[in-house]
């Protein structure tokens, strides 16, 4: 596609239940990466993709956090077991190469009731 | 540890004017940086960069000041209109993007 797409936009949930949200990045980016925006606030890192290396997870806020990126594209983020502080925009971007200019999606507003 | 930061949260301009945004950052390693502007509901947006080995670089209306000497980076947004109104964020990439708080510019009409 023409650029980088999220699905779905907005997911309402209850507290303790298990969430999937989803990217595609621009086709032919290898570097995908996820990133958590609380209301107001900057960006936090959460995970990075490049290629078919080990992903970097060193900003996964707690082990009910994980990502997969399947055949080098598409990539799904799962919360489990939801709490109301995951309550944010989740913001997902690609870059044609690690280190470069990173082109980012429209976001996953989640609200954890 | 690695950090950039925004000196103002707001800066309200009236349309017409220049707008200037400033951004420090503490790693003095860094050798790239990113402007993005985020609208309301929207995700980031790549405005322009910089590699450390230069100290402007200009593009459509806008034009990015960096000095190395004081960590410092800024955005200069001429002639506001308003469809310049959102949150500008700073970033100091490398294999992830290190985000400063963001400044939001409001113009006035």
């Known amino acids: 596609g023409a650029g980088v797409s999220q699905s779905p936009s907005n997911k309402v949930t209850e507290k303790g239940k298990d969430v999937e949200l989803r990217c595609d990045p621009i086709s032919g980016h290898t570097a995908l990466y996820w990133y958590r925006q609380s209301l107001g606030q900057g960006l936090e890192f959460l995970i990075y993709?490049?290629?078919?290396?080990?992903?970097?997870k060193s900003g996964l806020p707690s082990d009910r956090f994980s990502a997969e990126r399947t055949g080098g594209s598409v990539s799904t983020l799962t919360i489990q077991r939801t709490q109301q502080e995951d309550s944010a925009v989740y913001l997902c971007a690609s870059s044609l190469q690690g280190g470069e200019t990173q082109y980012f999606g429209p976001g996953t507003r989640l609200l954890v009731l | 540890g690695e950090s950039v930061g925004l000196h103002l949260p707001t800066l309200s301009v009236q349309e017409g004017d220049n707008s200037i945004i400033n951004c420090a950052y503490s790693?003095?390693?860094?050798?790239?940086f990113i402007w993005y502007k985020q609208e309301s509901g929207k995700g980031p947006q790549f405005i322009i960069d910089i590699r450390s080995n230069m100290d402007k670089r200009q593009g459509q209306r806008v034009t990015v000041l960096l000095n190395k000497t004081v960590k410092h980076l800024s955005l200069q947004i001429a002639a506001t209109q308003p469809g310049d109104s959102a949150v500008y964020f700073c970033a100091e990439a490398g294999n992830k993007l290190t985000f400063g708080g963001g400044t939001r510019v409001l113009v006035k009409p």
């Open positions: 790693n003095s390693a860094s050798d790239y």
């Open positions: 993709f490049q290629g078919n290396s080990a992903p970097d």
